[in-house]
């Protein structure tokens, strides 16, 4: 059985697989996978029409027995959003388990917050220490860029995946609300999907 994944940006088609993995890892499920994801507009994600035309064709993916939608918030209230595109999700779903999470401000907001996880690699400052708020910056992959070399740019296709497999994720949990969204859905589904689960989240992830 896999979860399928359905996003906004070509960074996240090769970064979500990368990240719903090494969730599922943590869970140490073995009998869930991770399905090719499928890409949306952003007027798609935020219409009835564009959310339930994606979901179904989630569910007709092989081995579909999961749907997870996630998506950048911008300067939306992740909150009011995600209650709004979860009720279109679901009705399309029918009986399959489907969550939605909104990024706030952006994916990339969760690097930011664990920050100090990334010194040294892909052009991260050896220096380089996570900002007080990090989801308050409206730039996220701007904020990433003044933490390199000026002549080195963020690359959403190149780094995004390959942050996403290396960033600590428990320093993520603690300090970043919206990624706590999605460790809870991806419980929640498992849950649904009647997978044994350790502590979930992991104890070491729980604030201090």
Known sequence: MKIYPIVEGHGEVEAAPVLLRRLLA???CQNVGVGRPIRRTQSQLRSKEGIQ????????????AAVVILFDGEDDCPKELA???????????????????????EYETWFLAALESLRGQ????????????????RDAKGALEEFMPADRAYSE?????AMSAVFDMGLAHRRNRSFRKLVKA???LLAQLQQPLPAWPPAPWQPE
């Open 186 to 188: 991806i419980g929640d």
């Open 122 to 137: 892909y052009g991260i400052r050896d220096d380089a220490a996570a900002p007080a708020n990090p989801e308050s910056r």
């Open 157 to 161: 296709t190149g780094d995004q995946p």
């Open 53 to 64: 035309a994606g979901v179904r064709l989630a569910l007709l993916q092989p081995e579909c």
């Open 26 to 28: 943590e869970a140490d």
């Open 83 to 105: 209650a709004q595109v979860r009720a279109w999700a679901r009705e399309a779903a029918a009986d399959k388990p489907c969550d939605v999470v909104v990024a706030y401000r």
